[in-house]
């Protein structure tokens, strides 16, 4: 079974400066890889997604890489604003089990002004 | 808009009195998913849809049951709530979860079952 670990839990950085997520799974060969944003109180909200024939994905000031060998995935937020403070969680289905998705406990960000 | 809407989005209900949480998707997604967030265990798989009538079982489907009978309607049911039901619980769609396999998530309903 797909197991998902983020660390850490919880991260708190001042304004400008670069956020680093981790993602870690048990299962290499995954088939996608999500990365979500989760305001308080509300649902989540799709970053990125990465096939597993990529190695990254970036869509403004993140970027998101995928390294299936070593069952890692990093989001990067470059100079952090005090709006990216939120909950950030990764997912993904192995093989075969596309259906299935398995969430990591996610990490929560505060950016400081 | 692009949407998945879940209703209610608070309900506080008694253990036993049976209750539907009703989803809905205007995207022609194939695929839906339930999942509940609890605090120290994250979200977990309650149920998920292929299709139209295919449903099978996630994680943590004791205690709840789904239909598909349409594409864009996915509900979920509890027949005789319990207290260890009290949740937070999300619906998710996806136009199908291979490729590209973009999930798309509901604003979530708030359930305590005294």
């Known amino acids: 079974k797909q197991e998902v670990t983020q660390i850490p839990a919880a991260l708190s950085v001042p304004e400008g400066e670069n956020l680093v997520l981790n993602c870690s799974f048990t299962?290499?060969?995954?088939?996608?890889l999500q990365w979500f944003r989760q305001d308080p109180g509300k649902g989540l909200t799709s970053l990125l997604l990465i096939q597993s024939s990529q190695r990254e994905q970036t869509s403004g000031r993140l970027n998101a890489s995928l390294d299936k060998s070593s069952g890692r995935s990093t989001l990067y937020i470059a100079a952090s604003q005090p709006g990216d403070s939120a909950t950030y969680l990764c997912a993904g289905p192995p093989w075969g089990a596309g259906n299935k998705l398995t969430f990591g406990g996610g990490t929560r960000v505060l950016v400081k002004p | 808009e692009a949407q998945v809407t879940q209703n209610p989005r608070y309900l506080i209900t008694v253990t036993g009195k049976k209750l539907t949480v009703t989803c809905s998707q205007n995207?022609?997604?194939?695929?839906m998913s339930w999942y509940r967030q609890d605090p120290g265990l994250g979200l977990r798989q309650i149920y998920y849809s292929m299709n139209v009538e295919v449903t099978d079982k996630g994680d943590v489907p004791e205690g709840y049951k789904v239909s598909r009978k349409e594409k864009r309607n996915f509900p979920l049911i509890l027949e005789s709530p319990s207290p260890n039901q009290t949740s937070l619980y999300f619906c998710?769609?996806?136009?199908?979860?291979?490729?590209?396999?973009?999930?798309?998530f509901g604003e979530g309903s708030r359930l305590t079952v005294l």
């Open positions: 995207m022609n997604h194939e695929y």
């Open positions: 299962d290499s060969a995954i088939y996608n």
């Open positions: 998710a769609s996806s136009l199908i979860l291979t490729s590209p396999g973009e999930l798309f």
